[in-house]
């Protein structure tokens, strides 16, 4: 069965692989204090144009969003996220394990605005509430929407005047950066986020995210941090290269856009039969809300995700794509699609 249940079923791009059989035996310092950390520093800061960003190597999301909420905000601060953030849902309370409540809108569409902000604020107005300290954004959000240039700005604006830090959670980046409509650079970030997380399990990689800290303040002892919740790598080289290969010519963004157009041609293939959306993702991630009977029989041949029950006749999923995810493989089930919805008409 082929799967578009999510963007990490395959190994990693081979520049990765290839480099990691070339090295062979060649010795490196551990805990990512080594050359190839370094160059992938190098090389992002570059793309970043920002020389002062401190980067950290981290092996996974969830260790990485944990341990950074968790240096940054004192005991008694709150992190705001949108009821769909990814740590608000699947990070299975680990936020709030290190003693960080997550405080959420009553209703959100994925993204956060200032509007949604606000009343949280207010309502958490003295000590004897937990203060909100912090915002948590992911681009794209888990629903496959995104941020425009110009609504991070706004929030980015809206953190600032009242004291917020704004961390950006971007699993998947690149295919957020591959949209038009979103209308952003990696250079921009300096400006708009104070941390920022850039993908790399999700984009290619084995394994492995890049944290970035823009402020002096939050950069401090976060190696301590790291060493405390176990998110400081022994053998720290195996990030740094897989990071240094992503970022030395582009292959980082490559792969997203590469990722996104598989998913816009499954999108119009669906589209054009008539299959409503969830939302209107631009990104890799897309979900249709499919009658029980044609999902059955995609689930014949193919893996995707269940992720809500709109009524007892729908059910919407989620299709996937992935930097290794080859065209013929779409047009495949494309033209499967066709036929299986056919027969149910």
């Known amino acids: 069965m082929y799967s578009f249940k999510n963007d990490y079923s395959e190994n990693a ?3 990765i692989l290839n480099q990691l059989v070339a090295m062979g035996l060649e010795q490196n310092n551990g805990y990512g204090i080594d050359i190839h950390c370094e160059n992938a520093k190098s090389f992002i800061r570059r793309d970043l144009q920002c020389e002062e960003a401190e980067i950290h190597f981290l092996p996974g999301g969830t260790i990485t969003n944990l341990t950074a909420i968790s240096h940054v905000l004192k005991p008694y601060e709150a992190i705001i996220s949108s009821t769909t953030g990814h740590i608000n849902i699947h990070e299975c309370g680990a936020i709030e394990a290190t003693g960080h409540k997550v405080l959420t809108p009553p209703y959100d569409d994925g993204k956060l605005t200032p509007e949604l902000i606000a009343p949280i604020l207010e309502a958490h107005e003295d000590e004897f509430f937990v203060h909100p300290a912090m915002v948590y954004i992911s681009n794209p959000t888990e629903v496959g929407t995104i941020y425009t240039k110009r609504e991070l ?13 704004l961390f950006l959670d971007g699993a998947r980046l690149p295919m957020a950066l591959a949209v038009p409509e979103c209308n952003l650079e990696m250079k921009d970030f300096q400006n708009l986020v104070d941390i920022l ?3 790399g399990t999700k984009v290619g990689a084995l394994f492995g995210e890049a944290l970035v800290l823009f402020k002096k303040d939050l950069q401090q002892r976060f190696r301590f941090s790291m060493k405390h919740r176990g ?4 053998k720290g080289w195996l990030l740094g290269v897989q990071f240094e290969q992503l970022f030395m010519d582009g292959l980082y963004y490559e792969l997203g856009r590469h990722a996104v157009k598989m998913a816009l041609l499954l999108k119009d293939a669906m589209s054009e039969a008539g299959i409503s959306f969830l939302t209107d993702s631009k990104t890799n991630q897309q979900f249709p809300i ?4 044609l999902k059955a029989l995609i689930e014949e041949k193919y893996c995707i995700s269940d992720w809500s029950k709109p009524d007892e006749n729908h059910t919407c999923v989620r ?3 992935s930097w290794a995810t080859k065209e013929e493989d779409v ?3 494309i033209k499967d699609f066709k036929t299986m919805y056919s027969s149910l008409r």
């Open 331 to 333: 047009q495949t089930f």
């Open 319 to 321: 299709f996937c794509t």
């Open 231 to 234: 998110a400081m790598l022994a």
């Open 197 to 199: 997380f850039i993908g």
């Open 290 to 293: 499919l009658p029980n009977k």
């Open 153 to 165: 700005e706004a929030l980015s604006s809206y953190c600032k005047a009242n004291n917020l830090l």
């Open 13 to 15: 791009h081979p520049s």
